[in-house]
Structures are given as C-alpha cells and as structure tokens.
C-alpha cells in the first residue's frame, strides 16, 4: 500500500544540538512512507550542513524569507512543501517513532477530518508527566472554553490542501510565543475538528 508522502516543518533558531536529536527522531520514524523535512532557520544562517537527499528521510535548509518569528518561519516552510501532508515540530522536540504512521492511520479512518495531533510528553523539574486528553475529538466549542493544552501545534500533521486553501497560514500579525497558536487552532476547527491520538507521540 503507498503511503502519502509527509514534510516536518522544524523553525528553528539558535539550538543546534537540540536540533540534531529533533532531526534523528524524524529520521527513526516507522513509517513506511517518505518523511522528509524542511528546517527553517529564523535569525540566523542556515547550516545548509544538514541537507540529506537521495533517501525517504530527505531534509532541506532554508532561511525564512518572511517575518522574523515562529509564524513566519512556519509559513516559509509550508510554502516551500509540496507534499501532501505537513507536520509540524519544535526544534526542542522528541517524536516517539510511531508518531507519523498513528497519525497517517488516523486520517485515512477520518476523510473529513484535515488535522491530527497526539498527547505529550511535558519534562520538568527532573519529572515527565503524561498530558493526554480523555476525548479525542476537540472542537470549535471546547476551545471556546478552554485553550487545551494537548492541542499543540507540535503535534500537528494537517493535509495540505485543506490547511492552504481552507485554514489558511499563521497569522503573522498575532504577537507571537502564545496567541498565533491559538487564533490558528480557533481558525482550523471552525472547518474541521481536532482529533488525538491518545498516547504521547511527543517529548
């Protein structure tokens, strides 16, 4: 069965070794399809170093071309794809290597559903706690009520289309480190609900 190629958008800035532990968890991702990635460095050079071609985990640098910031390195990637499938993640982020085939599972189970996440992993203070949410389906009116701290970008893999024609990007304009999130996540479920796999695909 082919399975539908995948790209990571990965804006980073500043962090090169927790980069490279982001980049080989991709790498190690049990899925049988192609997962390549695009790392987008915001502020500062790329380290074009890292490319990886002729593989089914190819990686590409580029340098964001648009607003200085995580929405504008985000949008330089999504726009730099053509995949049909997008995930995002942190530079700061670990992906357990069943993240993408879950996820892939879940929206072939799902037709009219245009975006998945998963619960996480949150470390702290020499602790890891698990943080996944009871229902798996998140709507427009629960984060009405609440933000839903399991609903996090960095656990996202969206179809393209949808997410381009529908969606729409990050909001550039939205002050950043809280807000775009949310504003993108309200945008997304007024189309589509959330849905999560309810195991923690993410550290």
């Known amino acids: 069965m082919n399975r539908p190629d995948v790209v990571t958008i990965v804006a980073t800035r500043d962090r090169p070794e927790l980069l490279r532990q982001t980049l080989d968890a991709i790498t190690h991702q049990d899925y049988e399809g192609v997962v390549s990635t695009i790392v987008v460095f915001d502020q500062t050079d790329p380290e074009m170093d890292l ?9 590409q640098v580029v340098k964001n071309d648009r607003k200085p910031g995580l929405q504008g390195a985000r949008n330089t990637g999504i726009l730099s ?9 942190d530079d700061d982020d670990v992906w357990e290597p069943s993240r993408i085939r879950r996820q892939v599972d879940v929206l072939d189970t ?14 702290y203070d020499g602790r890891a706690v698990e943080r996944v949410r009871t229902d798996p389906r998140v709507t427009f009116r629960d984060l009405l009520r609440s933000r ?10 969206m179809r393209r289309r949808e997410l ?15 807000g775009e999130d949310y504003e993108w996540l309200l945008r997304a ?3 589509t609900d959330l849905v999560l796999v309810p195991a923690p695909l993410v550290c």
């Not at 794809?81 to 993640?89: K, V, Y």
């Not at 245009?114 to 470390?123: D, I, N, P, Y």
């Not at 839903?148 to 893999?157: D, G, I, N, Q, Y």
């Not at 381009?164 to 809280?178: F, K, N, Q, S, T």
Request: with cysteine; aromatic share 8%; proline share 8%.
């Open 164 to 178: 381009i024609d529908e969606i729409g990007l990050v909001d550039e304009a939205v002050p950043g480190g809280y």
């Open 148 to 157: 839903v701290f399991e609903a996090h970008p960095s656990t996202f893999l």
């Open 110 to 123: 799902e037709p009219d559903v245009h975006f998945v996440g998963s619960g996480v992993l949150v470390e």
């Open 51 to 59: 490319e990886v071609s002729g593989t089914r985990r190819p990686v």
């Open 81 to 89: 794809s053509s995949e049909p499938l997008i995930a995002f993640c």
């Open 189 to 191: 479920t007024r189309v």
